[in-house]
């Protein structure tokens, strides 16, 4: 059998002919850059989110412990009964609390990292805020739950400034007080501020950063004070890094699962349902339907950020 080997001046013609189609389209150029990164999103990201979510419209035998895929609505049914509404009412409350905390905490850092640093006090302002970020999820968690023991640092240090008392008042309140800080829901949301912060002080540090001095200098010359200056001018354009460094605050939030299993009192967060649905019941459906909660909410959450520019800020 012969083989027929093409000349050198043919492949380089082809070569040729391929890179002009690809300069005079470029459309095409990016497609195809695009395709095996699309190809992989579709595929493995969105692909398995359907099958899972799909899952949430079998039937989940209690006697059998097995499923079954006979498709019916009372999983998603079941989200509104008052245990699992309880559910997905206190992890959406975390969520907004924990973002507007994030909010409040933030913007003085942030602006002061925009405006009065530079050089080297900047670089070390941008590793104190991102240092955290380096150490282990787990062992931070871990951590919080000593310092807010019975007898940890936090207690010491509010019996040292006299406020241990202010302190057993907020935990003796329903819904919020334990019997310590890592057994409240002031501990736990402690935590969550903590972890989720470095999230929001960096979109709003460069949506501050973009802000142009001179809009500052014309609000002074015209006779604002430093509250008009910020009300009518700083925090309106610094609004989109708000709304972006809130997409992680909210959505981490609302997804996580391993704060509310070790920091705060008994109660199952939507993360909590579905490891614990799936993993120790085997109720797969039951999950799925959970993992539709913060999809839908986080989709809501979306569309309304991006009212305010968040997306231009990320």
């Known amino acids: 059998m012969e083989m027929t080997v093409m000349p050198a001046t043919s492949r380089e013609g082809m070569l040729r002919r391929v ?15 695009l395709l095996p990164p699309l190809l992989w999103f579709g595929i493995i990201y969105l692909g398995s989110l359907l099958t899972l979510l799909w899952q949430g419209f079998y039937t989940f035998d209690d006697f059998t412990m097995s499923v079954t895929p006979d498709l ?7 989200l509104f009964i008052p245990s699992n509404y309880d559910i997905i009412l206190r992890t959406l409350t975390m969520a907004i609390a924990v973002t507007i905390a994030s909010a409040i905490l933030a913007y003085p850092m942030a602006w002061y990292m925009a405006r009065y640093t530079s050089g080297k006090m900047k670089a070390f302002f941008y590793i104190a805020v ?8 787990i062992v931070k968690a871990y951590a919080w739950t000593l310092l807010l023991a019975r007898d940890g640092v936090a207690q010491w240090f509010l019996q040292h400034l006299g406020l241990e008392g202010a302190l057993n ?4 309140i329903p ?18 501020v903590y972890i989720w912060l470095p999230f929001m002080i960096l979109p709003i540090q460069a949506a501050l950063e973009r802000l142009p001095p001179s809009l500052l200098q014309a609000s ?7 509250a008009q200056t910020f009300r ?7 609004i989109p890094g708000v709304a972006a460094g809130s997409i992680f605050t909210f959505s981490l939030t609302l997804g996580d699962f391993i704060v509310p299993q070790l920091v705060g009192p008994p109660g199952f967060f939507i993360g909590n349902m579905v490891y614990s649905q799936q993993g120790a019941i085997g109720n797969m459906p039951m999950a799925a339907a959970f993992t539709l909660v913060p999809i839908v909410l986080i989709a809501v959450y979306l569309a309304f950020v991006k009212r305010l520019g968040a997306f231009d800020a990320l």
């Open 19 to 33: 890179t002009t189609l690809l300069w005079q389209r470029p459309t095409l150029w990016l497609f195809l850059l």
């Open 72 to 78: 019916t609505l009372a999983n998603l049914q079941a």
């Open 130 to 137: 991102m240092l955290p970020m380096w150490a282990s999820y």
């Open 169 to 172: 008042a907020v935990l003796g």
């Open 175 to 192: 819904g919020i007080g334990g019997n310590t800080l890592s057994t409240s829901g002031l501990g736990r949301f402690l935590v969550f």
């Open 220 to 226: 002074a010359d015209l006779g604002a004070r430093p």
């Open 232 to 238: 009518h001018v700083i925090l309106p354009l610094s």
